[in-house]
């Protein structure tokens, strides 16, 4: 009879026996797909950056030294060289000149977020469907073209960025069971199962159109969605629909749930989405915002006021 | 790992990933082989790991995590082909017959054909936990990691694994072949 010791001495030894190496054609099978494999929407996207000509350089340069002048000059004290000073506003605006978001803790004040200049979301809808993904799931109504929607907003102390495209709480992120966040995007096809497995990971099966009516109605009639009754909604002077989606508690077999994609992910069990899905000028943006139940009431009143200093540029 | 490679390889650099495949491929296939028991099942594992790492990378959020979470997406497309296929044909390196066996050469031909059908009743979960702990050398804590699992969970599977191996070991045909071997 053997021993514990025996049979784990007896099982190591057979397990180091047997095939070490990849053969090469598989190894190139699996670059050869590389060039048309699109890498998964991240949540925090990969940034490809397009490249800049020398008048963007200059511009962004000259951005720099602009508000490096500005910081020193409100660095300066108020009776300094340059004379007294109005007070800071304690209540950052949108209005103000704004800063760009970057990824990191944010010192209160406006910043300007460009979104969509940005691939966020992975290019599975474009017509490279992941090897195992649904072949026909090429349309997903993400449009797919950089563009330069301009989104101003103001926010408040123990906020940080996450790339140029989103903001969460610092510290805590977006992490459940109190985390928030706030992201933008464009809607999109949503996949019939949200919970995604190994055996369910293909790309969205449920077409979406274009329209404000068209993501709002698809999240509504959902069937395993909690969401809402979509009703009228105007934010940063533009017209919409307002969904509150309620997601599962227990998420921990999926890999991840993803309610649409390109999208956001389930960043925890039980979370919140809120959603002003607008038309600006006829193209389609979605504005959400993200809590639980336990985030402070402090920390969703800040979330809320952030959404609510929202100024839109198309 | 090299966490620069990976963090070039999640912005989408195809260079980077390569080196990253390069460096990773023989570890992941050594492991799907050990998990799957088949040369076939475990390459076309190891190439969806492989494409899940290049797809899913920009979703890995902690670069240094990487050996971890590519562990598991390899136990994932282990899962995938076990399911998708049914090939469970024996892959039993089998010793000449023409040469001379000591008798405890004879007792490991056993001993691995006794290990080879009780590995396969185990199940993909208990198969994964049993090959990254002891093939891998990974502690506990960091196998429950790689799979994603309460460590609890792979206590009580590492447990029932190797009660199942240790009975293999244990099953009859043992005293029997070294019988038919005096």
Known sequence: MSTDRDTTRIVRSWLDEGVTALPDRVLDAVLDQVPTTPQRRAWWPA??????????????????VVTLAVIGYNLLPATGLFGSRATPEPTPSPAASPMTLHSGTLTPGAYLVTPFGLRLGSDRCAGNPSPSANPAASGCSDPRSDDSTRITLAVP?????????????AGQGSTAPS??????????WLHSDPCLTAENEGAPDIPVGPTVDDFASAIADHPTLDATTPVDVTLAGYSGKYIDLQLPADISACHPYFPWEPGIYAQGPSQRSHLWILDVDGIRIVVQSMDYA???????????????????EP | MDTQLVVRAQSGDQQAFASLAMAV?????AVAHRILRDTDLAEDATQQALLSVWRDLPQLRDPARFDAWSYRLLVRACYAEARRTHRWAPNLRLLPTDEPMASDSLGAVVDRDQLER????????HRAVVVLHHYLDLPLPEVAEALGVPEGTV?????????????ALDADARPTAREAAQ
């Open chain 1, 47 to 64: 940034r490809r950056f397009p490249p800049m000509n020398r008048f963007a350089r200059f511009a962004v340069v000259a951005a720099a």
């Open chain 1, 157 to 169: 102390d123990g906020w940080a960025g996450i790339d140029p495209t989103a903001i969460w709480l």
């Open chain 1, 179 to 188: 985390g928030a966040a706030l992201v933008f995007g464009r809607g999109a």
């Open chain 1, 294 to 312: 336990s985030t402070s009431a402090e920390r969703r009143a800040e979330l809320q006021a952030i959404v609510d200093s929202i100024r839109i």
């Open chain 2, 25 to 29: 491929g023989d570890r992941l296939h």
């Open chain 2, 118 to 125: 009780g590995f396969r009743r185990l199940s993909i979960d």
């Open chain 2, 155 to 167: 206590r009580s599977r590492l447990h029932h694994a190797m009660r199942g191996l240790r009975a």
